[in-house]
């Protein structure tokens, strides 16, 4: 059996899989995402690392089997700053900060966006790690004078259970990874202003390595010393694969608190014309060597949910009832659903955009208000997928799935088949395949890509929201000019 651990943004998640993909013991921790003035976002690394911890002690106690390998997976982007002895140097930032928007906005502005896109195909945002970098330069200089390792949250946890320093190429892969050569890209790490700070970034582990974890580790965990620990992907390429995407033009969205689009491919496009965003990740070598991920990870999914039930006095569990209370098209509402202090990422970047409902009236009812929401996070997740260049089957996964009617506006916005795994521990699972083959212990990828369900589109409906994706779009463009001037 293979341990896989998703360590999220919000929540950390166990799952022992056996080799048919089946999840035997599940386990889960939440997380504290420190949400501070002027943007700052931020985590206790020794808070997450404990949470890791106790989800694997406590899976590893029901095993009724031997635990192969640790397969590890977990949010990307952000900063994880720490010294030469692993010791955090300062707090951890998230992939949701936003103290770095005048960084980025300036290198719009100034063309660095688009040079590091010209030599990489990805582009940037205010929680990814060059404009993180440069913001903390100019700012607080000091913190990378102490810094050794400017990592991620995987790498980090990886670094503490077995000694390793190191980093999965998917995690490096934004923002300044030669995704294909798996190496950096030199030229975008200068124009950016950090060729002094090129000794932070540790070069990307070989395919297939694999890490072993400490004496210390192990009694912690109650695993076996020496055991395997295999790091990676990240949570959205591993949710990827989990899903079951298997041919290039297969598409995988993730509603959880990110909302994430991606595609395969076996080609990487370094388009000069393109719009600078999103990214290229690279995937692990075995069985689809020379393949890689088109990602449109937009900033919020299911965070902006959680907003709209706050805003409302509602919880999850009344989701489905309040979105059969308010029919298609929130009876005029519409909302475009930017609520991250860091703005949008993808398919389009704008530090400055804000989210809005329209269409208001006195008569509006909270069920309305939520429909809207989840009507504009569908509409975002269309726009994301189309954009990433997706031509073949589609899948999705994440919290948001769960609920059976938002479920539905999705298929229906999407206007297609999904296919949605059965199996919740989509990361972990994605984690787990990885963990398998560099084992040398490869399982039927067709047994575990079959435990799916398949969703199908109501045709009225799709009709409905494909003018409603019209204008979606419309609103988008015309909501932009007052984001860059604001």
Known sequence: MILGVDIGTSVTKAFLLDRAGKAVVTHTKPSTLNVLEHGHVEQDFEEVLTSAVEVIRATAAEA???????????????????????????????WLDGRAN???????ADGTVRAVHRLTGSGM????????LAHLAEHEPERLERAAVAGYCLDWVVQRLTGAVTVDASDASLPFLHVPSRSYATAAIEACGLGDHRRLLVDPAPRGTLFSLTREAAAALGLPSGLPVSAGPFDLPACSLGAGVNAPGDGTIVVGTTLGAEVLTDRVDLDPDSEPAGMWIALPSQPNDG??????????????????????????DELDALLEASPPGANGVSALSFLSPAGERAPFVAPAARG???????????????????????????????????????????????????????????????????????????????????????????????DRTVIRPDERATTFYASGFRHYLDSVEHARPTWKES
């Open 64 to 94: 009724p089997a031997p635990v192969t390998a640790l397969a590890l997976t977990g949010q990307g982007d952000g900063l994880w700053l720490r010294d030469a002895d692993g010791v955090a140097v300062g707090p951890a930032i998230s």
């Open 102 to 108: 005048p960084t980025l906005e300036r290198w719009r």
């Open 125 to 132: 945002f205010p929680g990814s790690a060059g404009p993180l």
């Open 291 to 316: 393949q890689y991920l088109r990602a449109m990870p937009s900033m919020v999914g299911t965070a902006s949910l959680d907003w709209v039930l706050r805003m409302v006095g509602a919880n999850t």
């Open 356 to 450: 809005q409902f329209t269409g208001l009236r006195i008569d509006t009812t909270r069920a309305d208000l939520v429909r809207a929401l989840c009507e504009g996070l569908a509409y975002a997740a269309r726009h994301s997928i189309e954009a990433a260049g997706l031509t073949g089957e589609l899948s999705a996964c994440g919290g948001g799935m769960r609920s059976r009617a938002w479920r539905q506006i999705f298929v229906d916005v999407l206007g297609r088949e999904v296919h949605i795994p059965n199996e919740a521990g989509v990361g972990a699972r994605g984690a787990a395949l990885t963990a398998w083959d560099s084992v040398g212990e490869p399982v039927d990828r067709e047994i575990w890509r079959a």
